[in-house]
């Protein structure tokens, strides 16, 4: 899948007394598909993970908590990736359609939480994994 | 609404290297009904969100950071409160039907949050507020 078909959408903070309320998804909102699946993945710092594939499930990725860098491949071309940083800085979504690789990074001194909000309910049989340096993406670098 | 139609369901977290994955919602759930909106609410250390009645919405409530106590009163019964405490250390989802009120204090020193994933989206017009002393609940004693 051509990487230009990730969409990235800006997500609302909303100040309320107490704590702020921020928007993550909505069915009205532009792109969404259905609903399958809501969890949370973790990532400690400096911690790298990468690369995954799913061929039939569509992500939505939001980031409430950190810093993350989210790295994505076509592997019609060889060279090219790309990235997006998500967090509390940059309060977004990305809508990552299926057949393409990514892989993410934690890019703070803490803890981040990516919550992905998926299509259909997660399953083993329809994902792909790849190690590490199967691309050629240069992690270190940012 | 009665207030043992309030369920509570034990989710999983993974263990995963990198940081680990938590489970929130899935479509195949018992008693998922449909996807209309997900959100996330910050709560401040000390912090007091009270009192709030949707009319229309399910509520499901996930707590994957801190530590919250919801307290939820049906008016029928002036002087109950149903009482649970929700965060990192009891993983669990609340399932909230409507016509229930409720408000919910961070335990934890450290922000909590809390994620929501509602039938409806949100809409002003179908939920009611009150003061926090509308009804007797001693938010204090913890």
Redesign the interface.
Known sequence: MELNSINIHKLKKIP?E???????????DKGFK???????????PK???AWKKHNLMTLNLIV??GKIRFVFHNTMYPEVFRVEILGEGNYCRLTVPPNIWFGFQ?LSDH?S?V?N?SDI??QDSESDKAEINTFPFKWSEY
Not at 18 to 28: D, I, M, R, T
Not at 34 to 44: D, H, L, T, V
């Open positions: 309320v107490g704590g702020n309320v921020l928007h993550a998804l909505k069915k009205s259905k609903f399958g699946e809501a969890y949370f993945s973790w990532i400690n911690s790298i993970k409430p908590i934690n803890a939480l919550t909000i309910e997660h």
